[in-house]
């Protein structure tokens, strides 16, 4: 099994900045693909950000230029730095995680619990 704890969601002020943290841990061979998505009230979850285990990078439209994605293999660990931070970006952000546990199965998609992203003035 593998698990994803997320860290690093609060309150911030419009403008402002948070980094959010997801960290993977279990039995896990191979880790592929990682990234966040994101559900606000009565809306959808959506990807906010991805990036490949070779390092390729996916943004949502209305983050680029403002949210940073990275990746530290060496503790299968998944970062999500947020700039200039708008009230439509509130919402509760979630990492996923593509992980193989053995090497003979395809990966599978993990998901952690989600940690709340509120901008506010």
């Known amino acids: 099994q593998v698990q994803l704890v997320e860290s690093g969601g609060g309150l911030v002020q419009p403008g402002g900045s948070l980094r959010l943290s997801c960290e993977a841990s279990?039995?896990?061979?191979?880790?592929?693909?990682m990234g966040w998505y994101r559900e606000a009230p009565e809306k959808e979850r959506e990807l906010v950000g991805s990036?490949?285990?070779?390092?390729?990078?996916k943004y949502k439209d209305s983050v680029k230029g403002r949210f940073t994605i990275s990746r530290d293999n060496a503790k299968n660990t998944v970062y999500l730095e947020m700039n200039s931070l708008k009230p439509e970006d509130t919402a509760v952000y979630y990492c996923?995680?593509?992980?193989?546990?053995?090497?003979?199965?395809?990966?599978?998609?993990?998901w952690g619990e989600g940690t709340l992203v509120t901008v506010s003035s």
């Open positions: 990036i490949s285990s070779s390092g390729r990078i």
């Open positions: 996923y995680a593509e992980a193989m546990v053995v090497p003979w199965l395809e990966a599978t998609e993990y």
């Open positions: 279990g039995s896990i061979f191979s880790m592929e693909a």
